[in-house]
């Protein structure tokens, strides 16, 4: 198993892939970049090098209607789904949503709008 720098970085809202084309590997994140990578490297491998966003919002989608978000906690080790209903009713899994019906993660979603 041939192994990654360290300092490898590989961010993008999708997991990594890998693709070859000739003799060459390629990573992908869906960020619509292609890193070019060493032969042999392992999907696990990549994994241990990305960087996922701490929010995604399409910017071309005005309307946040019927989608979900992924929104990291503020220590970073936990993640929160922040769901949009088809009546722009936004809700939250984590605590403070459950307490107080409003939360961070829900103010950062619409303060990226």
Same mark, same amino acid.
């Given at each position: 198993?041939?192994?990654?720098? &360290?300092?490898?970085?590989?961010?993008? =809202?999708?997991p990594?892939? =890998?693709?070859?084309?000739?003799?060459k590997?390629?990573?992908?994140?869906g960020?619509g +970049?292609?890193?070019? =990578?060493?032969?042999?490297?392992?999907?696990?491998?990549?994994?241990?090098?990305?960087? &996922?966003?701490?929010?995604? =919002?399409?910017?071309?989608?005005?309307?946040?209607?019927?989608?979900?978000?992924?929104?990291?906690?503020?220590?970073?080790?936990?993640?929160?789904?922040? +769901?949009?209903d088809?009546?722009?009713?936004?809700t939250?899994?984590?605590?403070?949503?459950?307490?107080?019906?409003?939360?961070?993660h829900i103010?950062?979603?619409?303060?990226k709008?």
């Amino acid at each position: 198993m041939t192994k990654l720098s &360290k300092n490898f970085k590989l961010e993008g =809202i999708y997991p990594p892939a =890998i693709t070859t084309i000739g003799n060459k590997s390629y990573a992908l994140t869906g960020n619509g +970049k292609w890193t070019e =990578i060493p032969n042999g490297v392992t999907v696990e491998e990549l994994e241990k090098h990305w960087i &996922k966003p701490d929010v995604y =919002i399409n910017k071309k989608e005005k309307n946040l209607e019927n989608q979900e978000f992924i929104v990291k906690s503020s220590k970073g080790d936990k993640s929160y789904i922040v +769901k949009v209903d088809n009546q722009n009713n936004f809700t939250c899994n984590c605590a403070g949503f459950g307490f107080r019906r409003k939360c961070r993660h829900i103010t950062e979603i619409k303060n990226k709008k």
